[in-house]
């Protein structure tokens, strides 16, 4: 993807936005409609309980992502860790997307266990948007920009 400038990655914490969701939720960068008897199938088959960050826990996160993303020589153009998800808008970099995600969920669940968390963080998978030019990059950044954390 050499011309691809950066891109928006989102990830959610374990259980707080499953498929089915009232708020609608993505299956393979497609945004699909809430459906009550789908999300409760996912809830049924919830290995452990949902996990949210707490004020604490956030920025703990955001400091292990960053640390990440300066020892992989990615620049962040805007980090919100939010209680239930994660919104990074990053430059592009030669890395296969999936393990740059992987990095980042693996920092952020080292960072937490250091602290005495265990279990599941992160779901599985995550969401990308990929940017092509200035003004979809600009667009993402402020995406992020404009949510409280």
């Keep these: 993807m050499a011309n691809t400038l950066g891109y928006m990655l989102t ?3 374990y259980g707080t936005w499953l498929q089915g969701d009232k708020r609608g939720y993505v299956k393979k960068g497609e945004t699909l ?29 955001y400091d292990a992502i960053m640390n990440q993303a300066k ?10 860790v939010y ?6 808008v990053a430059e ?23 602290l005495g ?4 963080i992160w779901t599985t998978g995550y969401d990308k948007r990929y940017c092509f030019d200035q003004i979809s990059l600009e667009r993402r950044i402020k995406y992020v920009q404009k949510h409280p954390a």
């Design 11 to 13: 990830w959610t914490t």
């Design 33 to 61: 409609p809430g459906d009550e008897k789908l999300l409760e199938a996912n809830k049924n088959v919830q290995l452990e309980d949902t996990f949210r960050l707490n004020y604490k826990q956030k920025k703990i996160v």
């Design 71 to 80: 020892a992989i020589g990615q620049k962040v153009l805007a980090l919100l």
């Design 83 to 88: 209680s239930n998800h994660i919104h990074l």
């Design 92 to 114: 592009y970099i030669p890395k296969p997307i999936g393990d740059v995600v992987a990095y980042y969920k693996k920092a952020g669940r080292l960072a937490l266990k250091e």
């Design 117 to 120: 968390i265990n279990g599941k």
